[in-house]
């Protein structure tokens, strides 16, 4: 019997069961489903290579000889269906995002385009750019390693881009800058954007609100210094975060210019045009307390909201999401563009693949609106 095949065939239905279903434990089998499903969900064509692949050379080793190995190829047939299955998922992200930004935005603001198939397909974990010139590690605080700031901009520095500022994930307690939504900042910085990834001071050592201050930190060293990477001299800032950073992201959009969480630079401009959340908690992180939910700062003076949230995640129910984009739309005057990505785990932005690729087409659509919008108010 082919072990070496059958081994692979084995993972390759243990990554289709992962992906199509959400696992939440026993704990062991949750971590393992978590990494396998977080990233096969996202680019499951690579499962699929790796299958043609070792099943044409078991066939031209001879090892494909017995009835147990047939029944193996046979199994890993069906696997590729179930691996088509979650790849066509991720396929219908392009029609889900553009029908919620023209619910929220008005018919025809989402725009059809067609996806990057070579870079999806044959590169889909090279995020760089030729075009894209990366700056690293500037400070932006006293907080050394956690208080550095990466910059993205065009190398040829065209003048007049908006800024576009990331905080990364990691439930307030790891994470760090250079990991997380890069197909996107890659995206906004080729088309002239300035983009900005940002560090910041993480729990037990700095509770709330110190990552609420690093984000407002962020935020004014952006409109001082953005315009250096060729942002425009009063450039529009946009805040984006992906889990705890997306949580961090609608805090710093509903707090515009609070005192209390600009210590020592209170007179800094740190509103921002808009906020866009990916597989965000929105509730309170912090043994319950209030303040730390953004649905508890909701205002009729929120900037535009888009929220993305994918119905498989595992480690944050829809629910959550919901609850934010309710309030927000029973109280603010601006809109709410709420993306449930059908098929989607959490942390579906680490790669270039179809749903995420579809969603920044939509948030390009997003950010554009708001840009008009500013401009004709």
């Known amino acids: ?47 699929v290579y790796a299958l043609v692949a070792s099943t044409a050379l078991a066939y031209a080793e ?125 995206r906004l910085a080729g088309r002239g954007w300035v983009c900005i990834s940002a560090n910041y001071r993480l729990r037990p050592d700095f509770p709330h609100p110190a990552h609420l201050i690093d984000a407002k930190k962020v935020i004014a060293w952006a409109r001082e210094h953005a315009a250096e990477y060729g942002a425009a001299p009063a450039a529009e800032v946009f805040v984006a975060g992906s889990s705890a950073g997306g949580h961090m992201a609608a805090q710093a959009a509903l707090t515009p210019n609070e005192p209390a969480y600009q210590p020592g630079f209170e007179e800094a401009d740190t509103s921002v045009a808009a906020a866009i959340v990916l597989n965000g908690f929105l509730a309170e992180y912090f043994d319950g307390d209030p303040a730390t939910s953004p649905v508890n700062l909701v205002r009729a003076d929120a900037p535009p909201v888009l929220i993305a949230h994918g119905d498989l995640d595992e480690l944050v129910d829809t629910e959550n999401p919901r609850a934010l984009v309710t309030a927000l739309r029973s109280v603010s005057t601006s809109p709410v563009v709420y993306v449930e990505l059908p098929g989607a785990h959490h942390a579906f932005d680490l790669f270039h693949s179809f749903r995420f690729e579809a969603l920044i087409d939509g948030i390009e659509d997003f950010t554009a609106w708001v840009s008009d919008r500013r401009k004709s108010t």
């Not at 095949?5 to 390759?12: D, H, P, R």
């Not at 299955?85 to 008005?106: E, H, W």
């Not at 974990?125 to 400070?139: A, E, P, T």
Request: aromatic share 8%.
């Open 1 to 47: 019997m082919a072990v070496g095949y059958l081994v692979t065939v084995v993972l390759a239905v243990l990554i289709v069961v992962f992906c199509l279903v959400r696992i939440r434990g026993p704990k062991p089998l949750f971590y393992f489903s978590y990494r396998l499903g977080l990233v096969f969900n996202e680019i499951p064509h690579v499962v």
């Open 62 to 186: 001879g090892d494909i000889a017995t009835t147990p190995d047939r029944v193996s190829v046979g199994v890993a047939v069906v696997a590729a269906a179930g691996l088509v299955v979650v790849g066509l998922r991720g396929v219908r992200a392009a029609s889900v995002v553009r029908g919620a930004v023209d619910d929220a935005l008005g018919a025809g603001t989402g725009t059809r385009r067609r996806p990057p198939l070579a870079r999806i397909l044959l590169r889909p974990v090279f995020r760089r750019r030729r075009d894209v010139k990366w700056v690293g590690n500037l400070s932006y605080g006293d907080g050394g390693r956690r208080n550095l700031l990466d910059v993205y901009h065009h190398r040829s520095r065209p003048e007049g881009g908006s800024v576009m500022i990331h905080f990364h994930g990691g439930h307030y307690d790891q994470g760090r800058k250079d990991t997380q939504s890069l197909p996107l900042l890659y």
